[in-house]
């Protein structure tokens, strides 16, 4: 088990890289902790994969350095690093039985045949492999394929971290669940740190422990699913996490007021680093901006009501802005005039994409 260290990390896959837009990792400076449960969180193309490769030594990057603790392992291969690693589809030995191809990285590993045996067959009970283990992986569905998968990253108990890429991907919905809760219950039982990739956050929120966000090739944030929640860092952390995401609703600042075309947004305060009609991101959860009855508010235009169970969420359109607002119980709208009321407390002030500095928690 190990601290793992990206320092300066950055990568191209083309040769002679020129600007930016040629890095598929931009400069990545990033600590995991022994033990945590991780979810490496973003949508696809941001460089999930490259660098979940770059931890496990299959891909080589153009800059920086990769400690486990204190030791670089930057040049080391695959094979010396220690690292388990789950891939998006199932890797398995076809010819050979479960028991066999969990056993395989112990031996490999020249494990002693009790040992290697044992821990087989607790790793197939924790993933519910128990009743197949005689049988050929060739003759498996794809779902139990991609559990022995599964079972073959989490054999080994002496790994320095185990790196899942997005491995839920070919498991049937309803499995889908029911595994996620089982990685988590495991990740208990091993202490191992375990970095998960996943496009969903909703994967990602009931997996880890602490999910780091990334995008465009760069980490925006990391924390706690609250955290990621309650004070997104970056405009696109609010709008990618929740459904429906953050409102950004670009405005211009004037003292405390935020001006979205000319609905003027007061704000609990001012913001001294910020000149005179400098243009601002407002960022606002859809659960704190109401809908009420026209006059009660912003003037809004509603598109259409969702029920999505726990709440209704409005579609409506504020000074020509898409956004999203939550339909009190109590409030019942008729035709498409209504108004906004924002709760100014739980308003985030953002330029350029990034949270601004000293915003009240
Ligand atoms: P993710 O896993 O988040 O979907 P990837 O790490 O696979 O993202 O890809 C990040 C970027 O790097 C993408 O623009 C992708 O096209 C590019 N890329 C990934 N693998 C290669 C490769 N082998 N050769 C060239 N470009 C690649
Ligand atoms: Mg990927």
Redo the contacts with the bound molecule.
Sequence with gaps: MARITLDHLAHA??PAPKGPQDY?LKEIDHVWEQGGAYALL????????????IISGLVRPSRGRILFDDRDVTDLPTEARNIAQVFQFPVVYDTMTVRENLAFPLKNRHVPADRTAARAEEIARLLDLTRVLDRKARNLTADMKQKISLGRGLVRSDVAAILF??PLTVIDPHLKWQLRSTLKEIHRLLDITMIY?T?DQTEALTFADKVVV?HD?AVVQTGTPEELFERPAHTFVGHFIGSPGMNVLPCRVDGATAYLDNEAIKLLRAYPALRQGQRIELGIRPEFVQLQPKGFGFPARVRRIDDIGRARIARVEMAGRAMSASVPDNVSVTGDEAALFFDTRHVHIYADGHLMAGEPV
């Design positions: 896959y083309g598929a973003g949508p696809s193309g941001c460089g999930k994969t490259t660098l979940l490769n890429d997005e990739v496009h990334m090739g």
